[in-house]
């Protein structure tokens, strides 16, 4: 008897533990990410759209939380509450390039891998064993220095390769809106017949881009064209443009493909939308994050494309890119 209630007990504890281990195996197949982007905004709605197909295809759990405004004090105590969550991974698009390292430092403490989509902390540079910054996996986005490239050859073209110009932008230490008004000035510098004024900013609001176009307009009346490095100083720039009874005089080209900008393009008011393709970058953020949590090595970077729109394409096959809420 006691050889045979021996025997039972170790296949009972066998079967229960092979339980177990089905179980822990199939956690571990069913990763938890967490996407945690900049700011309520269309460009990120449309890239969480992109997350959650890579989700259904990958079998995890996606998380989504957006922060009401572009900051630290906004962003901050979310990544704090992902981070209690424990999620495998956390896709984040860091709203400061240098405030954001510790915060994420403590995530990866905690067990959570990081891969950063859309902007990126420190150089963007992971996996090179230098610097205290290079501690993601993976950093997903667009070229955003080329972006500002592009934006910078189409507003010369627009305005006859002459006249006087500037860049409307959020903030300073902002990753991918410093890149695009680098991208900008290096290649405006290209073209002698065209003086580029001093960037302003307007902390991500659309009315204090409006007021500076007002406000140079004053002391610049033959501005020719006007850059928008984001969302809000392009919505705010064209505005303040229309405001000024400039629209078609004053070229507008303005980065990122809002809803309605098929109607500010087809009107005037804006003459150029360049638009970056943010359900990639959720897309391939989740499956990225899925290989890593799955014991597999991801690319340190994986950079998307544009698409430049304007009357020519805003009808037809340019339609697809503008974000959506």
Not at 39 to 50: A, K, L
Not at 96 to 121: F, H, N, R, S, W
Not at 209 to 216: E, M, N, V
Request: aromatic share 8%.
């Amino acid at each position: 008897m006691n050889t045979r209630r021996t025997v039972l007990k170790l296949t009972l504890a066998a079967l229960f533990g092979g339980m177990l281990s089905a179980q822990a195996w199939a956690d571990a197949n069913k990763p938890v990410i967490a996407l945690l982007p900049g700011v309520v905004d269309p460009f990120y709605f449309t890239m969480h759209r992109g997350a959650e197909k890579a989700a259904k295809e990958e079998g995890v759990e996606l998380l989504f939380q957006v922060p009401k405004a572009w900051n630290t004090t906004e962003q901050v105590p979310i990544l704090k509450a992902f981070i209690a969550k424990k999620p495998d991974v956390l896709l984040i698009s860091p709203v400061d390039k240098q405030q954001l390292i510790q915060p994420l430092k403590e995530a990866v403490a905690a067990g959570i891998k990081v891969i950063t989509v859309d902007t990126y902390i420190g150089d963007g540079k992971y996996q090179t064993g230098k610097g205290d910054a290079d501690f993601p996996l993976s950093y997903i986005a667009s070229d955003n220095a080329e972006g500002g490239r592009i934006a910078a050859r189409a507003l010369a073209k627009a305005i006859g390769d002459k006249g006087e110009v500037y860049c409307e932008d959020n903030k300073p230490g902002i990753s991918s809106t410093d890149a695009r008004v680098e991208g900008f000035l290096d290649e405006m510098k290209k073209h002698p017949n065209i003086k580029v004024l001093d960037t302003q900013y307007n902390e991500d609001d659309a009315n204090k881009a409006a007021a500076h176009i007002a406000a140079i307009l004053a002391r610049n009346p033959d501005l020719a064209g006007v850059f928008g490095a984001n969302t809000f100083s392009g919505k705010g720039a064209a505005e303040g443009v229309k405001k000024a009874g400039k629209q078609g005089k004053v070229k507008v080209v303005v980065f990122d493909a809002v809803p309605g900008i098929d109607q500010d393009i087809k009107s005037g008011l804006v003459d150029i939308a360049i638009a970056q393709k943010p359900a990639e970058m959720g897309y391939f953020g989740v499956k990225y994050g899925a290989d890593a949590a799955r014991g597999k090595k991801i690319p340190a970077i994986k950079g998307t494309g544009f698409v430049v729109l304007d009357k020519s394409n805003i009808d037809g096959e340019g339609k697809q890119y503008i974000y959506s809420n």
